[in-house]
């Protein structure tokens, strides 16, 4: 009965696929760019799962047919094939319908997408914005791993080292879907290098994981757009003192939730050259706003499915790094290793993996599958 309530809903989606598959070479929908995007998206989810259709009825008929010859068939080496058939398919079937399972789970909409990602030092001063540059390190080799790019549109240094505040963006396959789950405060618990008497200090950063949106995801009025021109500071030797490539913009914007205009204000020295940071910069305000209109959306989601793992509540603490212990503990699915230095190594993943296992137990707890 299981088999057939699932190949049904699989019948389904394949009607769906094919359905799409004639929508995306149709003229009119290539002409609109936001539906054709979105239909080539779930083109390629829809492939995948029907590909894993077909899979599960090749596998389902090899045991109907191995079945049939055992109850019907008198030769004896055909009985034997028979039964080394059933017994290397039978095995194979709860794998594939759980993969099935995971797979008809919805994606988050934005999983796919690059990510801008935003570490801030919060609570502890001088040593917060340390661990907010030992975070944005840690980031920065699993992202050497993983094969991503990362490229910084701003920072405030720490007046001790680290950063106040650093901006940047990764550019990658799946970076949204995969880093999302690192937005919240993270603290950490070890001995200052500014501390003279040994003492333990508790300090904090948050961590911000937006998804980086497209020129035709949020509607910008670039005549409201005020811009300045400023110096950037740091390394570039004279390019850096004479030429005002640095850009910031103001923009005033109206939240469709609280209805109140706020103005935005985003600064990008990225390069040295101002068009390229005045490009970069807008890239950060379309991602900015569409990440706060996606918020009822977020908020939405979290509300119904309460979610431990992956809420949206970026004031939420996810994750202690205890370094006398050497301890790294993720609040969320009680999570504890003891690999403290490989972590801060970029060495993240297997954290990562249990949190989506962990958050793909609760979509499929929620839509009872």
Partial sequence: MAETSLLDRLNDLEAKFKEITTLITDPAVIADMKRYVKLN??????????????EYETLLNNIDEAKSMLANEKDAELIEMAKTELSEAEPK?????????LALIPDDPEDGRNAIMEIRGGAGGDEAAIFAGDLFRMYTKYCEL????????SM?????GGF???VFTVTGDRVYGTLKYESGVHRVQ?????ETQGRVHTSAASVAVLPEAQPFDVDINEGLIKWDTF???????????????GVRLRYPWKSPISGQTEEILIECTETRDQPKNKERALTRLRSYIYDREHQKYVDDIASRRKTMVSTG?????IRTYNYPQGRITDHRINYTIYNLSAFMDGDIQDCIDHLIVAENAEKMKASEM
């Fill in 313 to 317: 509540d970026r004031s939420a603490k």
């Fill in 93 to 101: 079937v709860p794998a594939l319908e759980e993969e099935i399972k």
């Fill in 164 to 166: 106040k505040e650093i």
């Fill in 156 to 160: 405030n240094e720490g007046t001790a």
């Fill in 41 to 54: 998206k779930e083109y390629a989810d829809l492939e995948r799962i029907v590909k894993l259709k077909k």
């Fill in 190 to 194: 070890r001995v200052p290098v500014t």
């Fill in 146 to 153: 993983k094969g991503w790019a990362v490229s910084v549109s």
């Fill in 231 to 245: 110096r950037s500071g740091g390394a570039g030797g004279q390019n850096v003192n004479k030429v005002e490539s």
